[in-house]
């Protein structure tokens, strides 16, 4: 229904009192102060294609529910530009962008049935009734709501109250659906079966979605591409599959990932057009696609960080990495040994048909991993070497 790009979008929060200004200064780590206040977004750059699942993620205050509220017009452009279907949008108000936003804690009507909520920004365009009757009904059938559409909220459970908001965003046939965070107030099961529903919901309803969560899981599951941000500024922008298996930086590889990716000081050593990686006395040729972006970007032999990621270690009998067992997690389908390895905390996911009856505290093993697995970045920058 509608591409949006953000070019070089700006937000600023300007200081409301000298002391405000002076305590930020003093003692606010990863916020950028200036003389115009506290900078929550910066430099951004996004172009989103029409009918296409963007996700914004990233950790509580790193900006990305304030570049929702800008593209919804609830918040004000400090500096660069928004287009909606190629038109600038900076200044129109918010209720002119043909946007429909889903918030956090539902913001329904209590005194309102599920009917009435759904049907309340048909009533302002002054649509109608027989409209309104039918949009409703078709949005409350896609949701499978219909038989609650006489009950109010509080008689709702939490998955039901958020049918309810995004059928009520639904009906308006918006050129693009913002939804912040809208799953975070359900506990897991919940989580699990209202992600499915956006899923069916967005091949059901021709719309452009921008989708924001600090929860991770839910952007690798959602999203056709996913924007990493961190302290106002953008990570990495790509496909869940991309920003998985070539994380930018230290911060999208630990940040993407479930358990999060181990890192170790290890050495890049460079022998002619080939490399390998040394850790702990070990040393693993790298595969032929790293060795080939590792030249092209001429990289010599240096010590670096090594990431490798839970599920892509081995354990093994003889060579290899030596650890030290500290906890032992039975996770149903594989067993998570949180161990120590080359001075490090690291986690080795071993699968269940592998695992053997039981792993004690102080028990020692033997890990490795394939060189297509390692991923080397540089220690001071934390930028991956290979990109």
Known sequence: MATVSLKNIKKVYPFS?????RKLGEGGANLQITKDGVVAVQAFNLDIADKEFIVLVGPSGCGKSTTLRMIAGLEEITDGELYIDGELVNYVDSKERDISMVFQN???????TVYENMAFPLTLRHERRDVIDKKVREAAAILDITDYLQRKPKALSGGQRQRVAIGRAIVRAPK???MDEPLSNLDAKLRNEMRAEIIKLRKRINTTF????????EAMTLGDRIVIMRDGYIQQIGTPQE???????LFVAGFIGMPVMN?????????GDKYSVELDGWRIPLSEKKRARLLEKDVPSRPVTLGVRPEHTLLWQEGGVLARVDVSEMMGSS?????NA???DAIIVVPILDAEESYEPGDTVRFRFAGSSAHVFDPETGKNLEW
């Open 210 to 217: 921008i989708y924001v969560t600090h929860d991770q899981t």
């Open 106 to 112: 539902y913001a329904l009507f209590p005194h309102m």
């Open 263 to 271: 890192f170790f000081d290890a050495k890049l050593i460079r022998e």
């Open 335 to 339: 067993v998570h040994l949180h161990v």
């Open 342 to 344: 080359a001075g490090k």
């Open 176 to 178: 693009v659906m913002l």
């Open 17 to 21: 009192t000298a002391e405000e200004r």
């Open 243 to 249: 920003v998985f298996n070539h994380p930018a930086n």
